[in-house]
């Protein structure tokens, strides 16, 4: 591997004769990318002094003589550039998207719902015949694929239109907060939808049709409440709220949630390595995870299980030393929240996430690993 410094590049390749080429072509002139709107114009929304930097892109607006010219037209392909930058013992990742079509934008009501005792929180736009069509492709493959689609081919079954039910829904919302008193997790799911009446119509269809045995239903100020059985102590209540469908674990957190909505207080502290965007705007908190806690919990509670498992397996030092492992405490005081906002911009979006792990790479490891257990399993 051979390296040359120009300016403030470090150039790398397996070849000399690549390096001296490349140096040639470095001159006061702009070259490469640099000739390329689309590349100045990304290069414009992520920070300039970022340790890392990534662009990928279509076809660009610039002359002929440009090196992506074989790509496709950047219309079919947005144009992505990623900056990372670290921040201490945080990863800062921005990415700005191109794109030339408005987006869906989502207000984050959800945000009403967290407390600062709040796990998990994820807001995300929907577009239900995508999903429908991906877990067709995927189902062979997937089992949870292959349940998915049972569900959704039960949706349509039931007489629903599932067309019509794509155009409504606009996005999802999870809320997940811990009640250290109680010791319970309190979960919470929104859908926002344009048309409230038509889709509380679809959920009684469905409710009719599938479980007829199993729900009530009753009013709440002005909208429909309904109950649903899912086993004999456990009473899941869901219902409409304006334009969002909120479920929740019982009645009694289904009356509180209601409320919050209402009351619109954000009950989430920020976090000292992020200031949070105000939810009535175009921005909106995308994602949001205790990692500290999440860690504490789940460290905590398998640390114990591999030292004592060592005594009775010994084939499990040969592959890990439990006396090694770290006291929780000492992983955990490194831990901040992962929080990542969005911004609609003119000319795209721009998405900021900040923590140990941003939610880029925390939903990285997500996906690799579900697709190893799936490996694993076939």
């Given at each position: 591997?051979?390296?040359?410094?120009?300016?403030?590049?470090l150039l790398f390749s397996l070849?000399?004769?690549?390096?001296?080429?490349?140096?040639?072509?470095?001159?006061?002139?702009?070259?490469?990318?640099?000739?390329?709107?689309v590349f100045r114009q990304c290069?414009?929304?992520?920070?300039?002094?970022?340790?890392?930097?990534?662009?990928?892109?279509?076809?660009?607006?610039?002359?002929?003589?440009?090196?992506?010219?074989?790509?496709?037209?950047?219309?079919?392909?947005?144009?992505?550039?990623?900056?990372?930058?670290?921040?201490?013992?945080?990863?800062?990742?921005?990415?700005?998207?191109?794109?030339?079509?408005?987006?869906?934008?989502?207000?984050?009501?959800?945000?009403?719902?967290?407390?600062?005792?709040?796990?998990?929180?994820?807001?995300?736009?929907?577009?239900?015949?995508?999903?429908?069509?991906?877990?067709?492709?995927?189902?062979?493959?997937?089992?949870?694929?292959?349940?998915?689609?049972?569900?959704?081919?039960?949706?349509?079954?039931?007489?629903?239109?599932?067309?019509?039910?794509?155009?409504?829904?606009?996005?999802?919302?999870?809320?997940?907060?811990?009640?250290?008193?109680?010791?319970?997790?309190?979960?919470?799911?929104?859908?926002?939808?344009?048309?409230?009446?038509?889709?509380?119509?679809?959920?009684?269809?469905?409710?009719?049709?599938?479980?007829?045995?199993?729900?009530?239903?009753?009013?709440?100020?002005?909208?429909?409440?309904?109950?649903?059985?899912?086993?004999?102590?456990?009473?899941?209540?869901?219902?409409?709220?304006?334009?969002?469908?909120?479920?929740?674990?019982?009645?009694?957190?289904?009356?509180?949630?209601?409320?919050?909505?209402?009351?619109?207080?954000?009950?989430?502290?920020?976090?000292?390595?992020?200031?949070?965007?105000?939810?009535?705007?175009?921005?909106?908190?995308?994602?949001?995870?205790?990692?500290?806690?999440?860690?504490?919990?789940?460290?905590?509670?398998?640390?114990?299980?591999?030292?004592?498992?060592?005594?009775?397996?010994?084939?499990?030092?040969?592959?890990?030393?439990?006396?090694?492992?770290?006291?929780?405490?000492?992983?955990?005081?490194?831990?901040?929240?992962?929080?990542?906002?969005?911004?609609?911009?003119?000319?795209?979006?721009?998405?900021?996430?900040?923590?140990?792990?941003?939610?880029?790479?925390?939903?990285?490891?997500?996906?690799?690993?579900?697709?190893?257990?799936?490996?694993?399993?076939?």
């Amino acid at each position: 591997m051979f390296a040359v410094r120009s300016g403030q590049w470090l150039l790398f390749s397996l070849r000399p004769e690549a390096l001296r080429s490349s140096l040639k072509r470095i001159g006061n002139k702009p070259a490469g990318l640099e000739t390329s709107e689309v590349f100045r114009q990304c290069h414009t929304h992520v920070p300039s002094d970022a340790d890392f930097f990534g662009f990928v892109s279509g076809k660009t607006e610039g002359p002929s003589s440009s090196p992506s010219d074989w790509l496709p037209s950047s219309n079919a392909i947005p144009a992505v550039m990623l900056a990372t930058k670290l921040e201490g013992p945080n990863i800062h990742d921005t990415v700005f998207t191109r794109v030339t079509s408005g987006q869906t934008k989502l207000p984050a009501k959800g945000m009403y719902l967290t407390t600062p005792e709040t796990l998990a929180y994820i807001s995300l736009p929907l577009d239900l015949l995508h999903i429908r069509e991906l877990t067709r492709r995927m189902a062979k493959e997937w089992g949870i694929a292959q349940t998915a689609e049972q569900y959704l081919n039960e949706v349509t079954n039931s007489g629903v239109d599932f067309h019509h039910l794509s155009e409504v829904v606009k996005g999802a919302e999870i809320v997940i907060n811990q009640k250290p008193s109680q010791d319970v997790l309190d979960g919470f799911f929104l859908l926002q939808v344009s048309d409230p009446d038509s889709f509380a119509g679809m959920i009684r269809k469905i409710l009719q049709q599938e479980f007829p045995d199993r729900w009530t239903e009753k009013d709440m100020g002005d909208s429909p409440v309904f109950r649903f059985a899912a086993g004999q102590s456990v009473n899941f209540v869901f219902g409409m709220s304006g334009n969002y469908f909120v479920a929740a674990r019982n009645e009694e957190a289904y009356a509180e949630a209601r409320a919050r909505l209402q009351d619109q207080q954000i009950g989430l502290r920020a976090p000292s390595n992020y200031k949070f965007v105000d939810v009535s705007q175009p921005s909106a908190v995308q994602f949001y995870l205790d990692a500290n806690t999440l860690f504490e919990r789940g460290y905590g509670s398998i640390r114990p299980m591999l030292v004592f498992g060592a005594a009775l397996v010994p084939n499990l030092a040969d592959f890990i030393d439990p006396n090694a492992l770290p006291e929780t405490s000492e992983v955990c005081k490194h831990l901040t929240p992962i929080l990542m906002c969005r911004r609609e911009l003119p000319d795209g979006t721009l998405d900021d996430s900040v923590g140990p792990l941003t939610a880029f790479e925390a939903s990285a490891l997500g996906v690799g690993a579900a697709a190893g257990l799936n490996f694993i399993e076939r």
